[in-house]
């Protein structure tokens, strides 16, 4: 809700800054402060009205934080995956060569 407030806000600071900077010759192509804040506040309704006029899109968006979550998860597991096998050091070759023995009596 803050969010919607804060874009009415500064939507009609940017008409009004607008309409004051219009130097145009027709009285039509000019606003004053009062038809600006009513621009400001259509607009504003037109955004709060648009989870009810499209439903598919305002529920997708309700569950992207759960797939941002998801997703970073993800990303985290796959990055500790390939980190933990970059880190991994080779086994000492004296080691390797005590497991390897070799076979005495045997022709």
């Keep these: 809700m803050f969010f919607l407030l804060r874009m009415a806000f500064w939507l009609?600071?940017?008409?009004?800054?607008?309409?004051?900077?219009a130097k145009s010759t027709s009285?039509?192509?000019q606003i004053d402060a009062i038809q600006a804040?009513?621009?400001?506040g259509?607009?504003?309704?037109?955004?709060?009205?648009?989870?009810?006029?499209s439903p598919t899109p305002a529920t997708s968006?309700?569950?992207l934080p759960l797939r941002l979550s998801q997703a970073e998860a993800g990303a985290r597991?796959?990055?500790?995956?390939?980190?933990?096998?970059m880190n991994e050091k080779p086994a000492p070759a004296e080691k390797t060569a005590k497991l390897i023995?070799?076979?005495?009596?045997v022709h």
């Design 12 to 21: 009609g600071r940017g008409l009004c800054a607008a309409a004051k900077r």
């Design 27 to 29: 009285p039509d192509a």
């Design 37 to 40: 804040a009513t621009l400001a």
């Design 42 to 53: 259509a607009a504003v309704s037109d955004v709060r009205g648009f989870c009810a006029r």
């Design 61 to 63: 968006a309700a569950r």
């Design 77 to 85: 597991t796959i990055y500790e995956f390939i980190s933990g096998k």
């Design 101 to 105: 023995r070799p076979r005495h009596g």
